[in-house]
């Protein structure tokens, strides 16, 4: 009989050939029920990215065999087993959904606020540019008809005296606008069996009441999506001005051409809504959620759960883990839960935890960028020899009569550790030093290796969209890990060791973090007025946005 655990086992860690062979030889007798493997499947959360829903759906399939298994034993005692089993699989899955994010983003009324001035006028600017399909038909006269044909509709001005937008929690975004009016200009003409007549024409609709709810939800990729899921439009006064050969005849057709314009205006605006929000949509999908940060790693910005809309706000929680370019295996670490704190004068505030700059310190010791070698010929303030190190320690000049060039290699032994305060962001950086002779021949030699701890504080600023460090050395630890010259008292090296590390080591790291990190953004919104605060566990970006259409 196959082992459970076995099976467990070899449901995450993929070995699939194995897993089949042991499934077979557990294959219930009566015919497997797929839509319970489809129930576990659809659990796995699509907000995920691939490698984490493949995960997911291997758990499901694990899930789904088990319980097949075990619903062919006959013994009771057996079947409760799958019971424990599920739930155990079901905690696993659910911890995927609930994974806390690296990344909050928050959006505020004032933000809100912002956007809807900026829709607006962008639907403003839309409407006066289109150029709109014709609009013909008849209308029932009498015994007869009127035909009409109105041409050449251009938007001439739009207003929006009253709007306003408000969040509908756990729903979504609610658009509220009234008493709009606009001014179209027309080309008309009118026939019916007794007479004709065609001319330009204005008209003036107002009283405009348009309300639009809509909801916010995640696609299989991680990105944002909206949706228009409510709409209604009323319109009240069309006033029709028309110019043309039959003056007295005017009023007569201007009823006629009411109804056809107002039922357009009614039929018409919450398609065009929609189309607009569809717009929008499409842009959002077409942001790119892993974004690179330089050659060396890339960050994941995809949504982590579905948008939570509170009454004053709006949440995003993103997955925020930074990874070594091109290596998805996912980092050493759990992200822990935060909560930003309550604020509303700003726009939008960003929150990047100490999880999210502790994957990228583990992203960037796995692509090895914690390493640098000095040597004679980079060494920018002076020439760095065993003379200099022998004028120091007695035993480098016994050692080395004559005067090498001399090779530093230094490089991070642990991940470097982050960890974010009030008001201060620190790393600790574990390391060595190997000092080494360069040979005439080229070949080198090591002379010693120091173990080093070095602390260091990081200054955080925001240029070009993007988040800024500046490292600042703080104190050194410095400690002699082997020696092939003999003992020596290490204190004796600390005062050109760190004037070493203070003027090459750091400036190359600070060249390194004036890359910056990508912020999570739209595109055409630039951050005005950045403020950043550190807190305990994150730091917060406070900002107001600008548009550029």
């Known amino acids: 009989m196959t082992n459970l655990s076995q099976v467990l086992l070899r449901t995450f860690e993929g070995d699939r ?106 639907l403003k600017q839309n409407m006066e540019k289109e150029h709109f399909l014709d609009l013909s038909g008849y209308e029932k006269f009498g015994l007869g008809n009127v035909k009409y044909n109105i041409s050449r509709i251009h938007v001439t001005a739009v207003e929006f005296p009253s709007a306003s937008i408000s969040l509908v929690p756990g729903t979504g975004i609610k658009l509220m606008i009234g008493n709009a009016s606009l001014t179209i200009d027309m080309n008309w003409n009118i026939r019916t069996w007794m007479f004709k007549d065609s001319g330009r024409g204005t008209v003036y609709i107002s009283k ?38 039959s003056g007295f005849l005017h009023n007569f057709f201007i009823k006629y051409l009411k109804k056809p314009i107002h039922r357009r205006l009614v039929t018409n605006s919450c398609p065009n809504i929609r189309s607009g929000i569809q717009l929008i949509d499409e842009d959002l999908q077409s942001l790119n959620v892993l974004m690179p940060i330089d050659d060396l790693a890339e960050v994941d910005y995809s949504l982590n759960s579905l948008p939570a809309v509170f009454q004053p706000f709006i949440d995003l929680d993103l997955k925020g883990t930074v990874y070594a370019a091109g290596n998805y295996t996912g980092p050493p670490y759990v992200a822990s839960p935060f909560a930003i704190l309550d604020q509303s004068d700003s726009m939008l505030y960003l929150a990047f935890s100490e999880y999210f700059f502790q994957t990228s310190s583990f992203a960037y010791y796995t692509a090895g960028a914690f390493n640098i070698t000095i040597t004679e010929e980079t060494c920018s303030y002076f020439n760095i020899s065993t003379e200099i190190f022998g004028s120091i320690i ?100 600390e005062n050109i060791l760190s004037y070493i590390l203070q003027t090459e080591v750091i ?27 550190i807190v305990q566990g994150y730091i917060l970006i406070s900002t107001d946005v600008h548009y550029k259409h």
């Not at 309300?211 to 209604?232: E, K, P, Q, V, Y």
């Not at 400036?507 to 595109?523: E, I, Y």
Request: aromatic share 6%; hydrophobic share 40%.
């Open 208 to 245: 405009v009441f348009v309300t639009a709810i809509f909801s916010t939800s995640l696609d299989n990729m991680g990105h944002t999506s909206i949706s228009l899921t409510s709409c209604r439009t009323t319109s009240g006064d069309i006033d029709i001005k028309l110019n043309g050969k």
């Open 394 to 493: 007695p035993e480098v000049a016994k050692y080395s009569v004559i005067p090498y060039p001399v090779m530093l290699k230094l490089m991070a032994t642990e991940v470097p550790i982050i960890s974010l305060e009030e008001d201060s962001f620190t790393v600790e950086i574990q390391g060595s030093m190997e000092v080494f002779a360069v040979l005439p021949d080229s070949t080198t030699q090591s002379l010693f290796t120091m173990n080093i701890t070095a602390n260091t504080s990081i200054a955080l600023n925001i240029f070009d969209q993007k988040l800024m460090g500046s490292l600042c050395l703080n104190r050194l630890q410095f400690s002699l890990a082997r020696s092939n010259v003999g003992f020596f008292e290490i204190s004796l090296l």
């Open 507 to 533: 400036p190359s790291a600070n060249a390194k973090l004036s890359k910056g990190f990508p912020l999570p953004n739209l595109a055409n919104v630039t951050l005005t007025r950045p403020h950043i605060t």
């Open 17 to 122: 050939q194995q897993l089949h062979n042991e499934i077979s030889q557990a294959k219930p007798s009566a015919p497997p029920d797929v839509s319970c493997l489809v129930t576990w499947i659809c659990v796995c959360p699509r907000s995920e990215t691939l490698q984490s829903h493949a995960h997911c759906t291997k758990a499901a399939l694990g899930l789904y065999f088990i319980q097949q298994f075990f619903l062919a034993c006959p013994v009771k005692k057996t079947r409760k087993m799958v019971i424990c089993c599920s739930l155990l699989l079901l905690s696993l899955l659910s911890g995927q959904l609930n994974a806390n994010p690296g990344v909050k983003v928050r959006i505020t009324q004032k933000g809100l606020e912002y956007t809807k001035e900026v829709g607006l006028e962008i």
